[in-house]
């Protein structure tokens, strides 16, 4: 296993933010349209207004779901522990001081920023500004 990053500032210097292939959407659908998207969803929520599944942009547009806010992906690739505190809260600040959206998604290995499809080489500028500066 990797050595895993506890301070902010073990994250933020240790984070190496990469940009990854393709378009994905927010979507929130009822649980028999989720049914048959769920093996292709990247990630999924249970909210009380239905279920929020995160797709391939390609594959939420083949089902009829609404594709206008395109979203990158920009995987940290840091191993930060479950309780670290200050990695989400860097990348969306120095985002948001840029003028960038930034929906964060924290899975068992790595944290992952969408952002605006548009914006999402700035972004990365940004974030790689972020990580030297920690």
Partial sequence: MPKI????SEMISGMSPELRLGSF??????DQVGAGLMARAVSM?????????LLPAK??????LPVDQ???CI????YS????VGLTAAVATALAENGIACNMVAAFHHDHAFVPEELSETAMQVLKSLQASG
């Fill in 70 to 72: 395109p979203m990158r």
């Fill in 5 to 8: 990053a506890h301070t902010a």
């Fill in 81 to 84: 522990s479950l309780e670290g």
């Fill in 75 to 78: 995987t940290l690739n840091v």
């Fill in 25 to 30: 959407v927010f979507a929130s659908v009822d």
């Fill in 59 to 64: 594959v939420a547009e083949t089902a009829g």
């Fill in 45 to 53: 929520f249970r909210e009380d207004e239905g279920l929020s599944l």
